[in-house]
């Protein structure tokens, strides 16, 4: 029953009280927010930006923005606020998202967070989850990981590894691992995270009822249940299911 309620619900024309819903994915790189967010876009009928997704999309295109970002984003650096902002704004304009969104990657800093807050002007209702985890779990995850140079498909070099080394399953193409994705790298983008994105969690818990917290520890299967969980609470409450 919950998953009509999320998609027929989500934001009522008809009912004034209802507010679309912006779900802001948190935590470091490998917390488990892109294992997630696919799912979660689905149960919530709801488009998932991710920034790293649309970083990707110009750096593959080879655009003045995609070769600005992969030099911050190769060093394990975060890409500088006016280059995010004027890309995802615009993402977030189109027709599939006024309903809400689920953001994955947005925002990283403060002052991302105040401009996003200043754009959506209280009519949008936000719920900030935050999926933690240690540092030497996070890189175990990340620096495993290795793709399809040809077809994209994921693997994992512990977890889900290929049956031919450095072959793809799916198309017998070469596996590569993202530059980013590298343990130097990785731990680079940890002392970024907790210096530039921790601080977010203070900025979302001094706002009431925005910030919910998830153990990233446990399983695929108890994390997006624990997820499930939080946002029906939540949004059941803040759109008023409950009403006769």
């Given at each position: 029953m919950r998953t009509s309620l999320f998609q027929e619900n989500i934001?009522?024309?008809?009912?004034?009280e209802n507010k679309?819903?912006?779900?802001?994915?948190m935590g470091p790189p490998g917390a488990g927010k892109g294992t997630h967010a696919g799912p979660l876009s689905e149960h919530l009928s709801l488009p998932h930006i991710s920034t790293g997704d649309l970083f990707r999309e110009h750096i593959r295109n080879q655009t003045a923005f995609g070769r600005e970002a992969k030099g911050f984003m190769d060093k394990g650096q975060l890409v500088p606020d006016s280059l995010v902002l004027d890309m995802l704004f615009n993402r977030v304009s189109r027709e599939d998202c006024k309903n809400g969104y689920l953001l994955d990657g947005f925002p990283r800093t403060i002052g991302q967070a105040k401009a996003l807050d200043e754009r959506l002007k209280n009519a949008h209702r936000i719920i900030a989850l935050n999926f933690k985890i240690d540092d030497e779990r996070v890189i175990e995850r990340v620096a495993g990981r290795i793709a399809?140079?040809?077809?994209?498909?994921?693997?994992?070099?512990?977890?889900?590894?290929p049956k031919q080394e450095n072959r793809c399953d799916s198309c017998g193409?070469?596996?590569?691992?993202?530059?980013?994705?590298?343990?130097e790298i990785i731990r680079k983008r940890l002392e970024v995270y907790r210096i530039q994105t921790q601080p977010l969690i203070e900025y979302y818990?001094?706002?009431s009822d925005v910030l919910k917290e998830i153990d990233s520890r446990n399983t695929k299967e108890k994390v997006f249940s624990d997820v499930l969980d939080v946002l029906g609470d939540v949004v059941a409450a803040s759109l008023s299911f409950s009403r006769k």
């Amino acid at each position: 029953m919950r998953t009509s309620l999320f998609q027929e619900n989500i934001c009522s024309p008809n009912d004034p009280e209802n507010k679309p819903l912006v779900v802001i994915l948190m935590g470091p790189p490998g917390a488990g927010k892109g294992t997630h967010a696919g799912p979660l876009s689905e149960h919530l009928s709801l488009p998932h930006i991710s920034t790293g997704d649309l970083f990707r999309e110009h750096i593959r295109n080879q655009t003045a923005f995609g070769r600005e970002a992969k030099g911050f984003m190769d060093k394990g650096q975060l890409v500088p606020d006016s280059l995010v902002l004027d890309m995802l704004f615009n993402r977030v304009s189109r027709e599939d998202c006024k309903n809400g969104y689920l953001l994955d990657g947005f925002p990283r800093t403060i002052g991302q967070a105040k401009a996003l807050d200043e754009r959506l002007k209280n009519a949008h209702r936000i719920i900030a989850l935050n999926f933690k985890i240690d540092d030497e779990r996070v890189i175990e995850r990340v620096a495993g990981r290795i793709a399809c140079k040809g077809c994209g498909r994921p693997f994992h070099k512990k977890f889900d590894p290929p049956k031919q080394e450095n072959r793809c399953d799916s198309c017998g193409g070469l596996l590569i691992q993202r530059d980013d994705d590298k343990e130097e790298i990785i731990r680079k983008r940890l002392e970024v995270y907790r210096i530039q994105t921790q601080p977010l969690i203070e900025y979302y818990k001094a706002k009431s009822d925005v910030l919910k917290e998830i153990d990233s520890r446990n399983t695929k299967e108890k994390v997006f249940s624990d997820v499930l969980d939080v946002l029906g609470d939540v949004v059941a409450a803040s759109l008023s299911f409950s009403r006769k």
